[in-house]
């Protein structure tokens, strides 16, 4: 059994057991141009290094950085190493909040070289969580608070292959799953974004109407990616959801909305001969679902997945996200129908 204490109130909140956590001096060793790297960038480089050295964390290496050398250093890294980063931890101290101002700078640095990889950030306090969060590199669930252990990390481990889930995904799945935020919903956007630039399809993003383009569009470049290149590409097409599937009819009484299956269906087959036509090897359709929600289309949201299977016998790739809150709005046998209309649920 291991004991330690990681510093903060969340110690609970990983789920690797002991297993996952070895004495440095085991035999049992992957060699270390196999092993997953995490940057940890920090000027207190021998404090950790005291700290992380004791223990090897199965497929994994910690290589340490100074702040001063990072860019240099990133810029520097062979492909292979490169290759094998998944996980960069920003560590700054009380000394250090000069580099706060800086950091959306640094960021974009770093992302020109590292598109996938995930950043987390490791602050002195949590009053510094607000301001690092209003310059839009981060959410509140990429930040820590000091002091970090090797439990710690072992967090960031498991919320990085928590948010990797999305690369399990291929053509002809059907996927479903819930968010508690807006922000949430578009960081998944965008990684779904990347995996699909990454295997050559086309990307279909359909906004909840909460979202503007000019956000969407800043996110994107946190990631280092330029949204109307990758539209003028044919690799990203925009809209919003309420556009794509309801009808607006106007009655002298009231205004009815209605979803046209067939005229929905059509969209999709349109654009994936056009993905295909293109060169892509296919199309893939992150849809935020919260149209139906707001104008109470429960019945409808239910008759319209039906239709379609859970898997797809096309180059298609669907995957409806949902906020918690409006899923609570469903009685359970609509969440069973709509569950068993997808064959990859995360809730």
Not at 29 to 50: A, C, F, R, S
Not at 78 to 86: I, L, P, S, Y
Not at 150 to 158: A, E, K, N, Q, S
Not at 327 to 338: A, V
Request: charged share 25%.
């Amino acid at each position: 059994m291991l004991e330690g204490n990681s510093g903060n109130k969340n110690n609970n909140k990983n789920n690797f057991s002991a297993s996952e956590l070895k004495n440095s001096n085991s035999n049992d060793e992957i060699p270390n141009n196999k092993k997953k790297i995490i940057l940890l960038v920090t000027d207190n480089i021998q404090h950790y290094q005291k700290q992380f050295n004791n223990y090897d964390i199965t497929d994994y290496k910690i290589t340490f950085i100074n702040w001063s050398n990072i860019l240099n250093f990133i810029t520097n890294f062979d492909d292979v190493k490169r290759r094998n980063v998944e996980i960069i931890v920003l560590n700054i101290s009380v000394t250090e909040y000069e580099k706060i101002n800086i950091l959306p700078i640094t960021i974009k640095e770093i992302r020109k070289i590292f598109f996938y990889q995930k950043i987390f950030f490791i602050l002195p306090s949590e009053s510094m969580i607000e301001k690092v969060v209003s310059m839009e590199i981060c959410t509140k669930e990429d930040i820590r608070i000091q002091p970090i252990s090797v439990f710690d990390i072992l967090d960031l481990i498991g919320t990085t292959k928590k948010k990797k889930r999305l690369d399990r995904l291929q053509l002809k799945d059907h996927g479903m799953s819930l968010y508690s935020s807006s922000d949430d919903k578009v960081n998944d956007a965008i990684r779904f974004l990347k995996i699909g630039i990454k295997n050559n399809e086309t990307t279909l993003l359909l906004l909840s109407i909460d979202i503007e383009p000019s956000y969407l569009q800043s996110k994107m470049e946190l990631h280092g990616l330029d949204m109307s290149k990758l539209q003028n590409d044919g690799l990203l097409n925009i809209s919003y959801s309420e556009d794509w599937y309801l009808s607006f009819q106007k009655n002298i009484k009231k205004n009815i909305v209605t979803i046209d299956n067939e005229k929905v269906y059509l969209k999709w087959n349109n654009l994936i001969k056009q993905s295909l036509n293109n060169g892509r090897k296919g199309l893939r359709v992150f849809s935020m679902m919260d149209c139906f929600f707001e104008y109470g289309l429960f019945d409808e949201l239910i008759d319209y997945g039906c239709i379609g299977p859970p898997k797809f016998n096309k180059p298609f790739l669907g995957f409806c996200a949902y906020e918690e809150r409006h899923i609570l709005q469903l009685s359970e046998d609509q969440i069973r129908k709509l569950v068993l209309t997808h064959s990859t649920i995360w809730i």
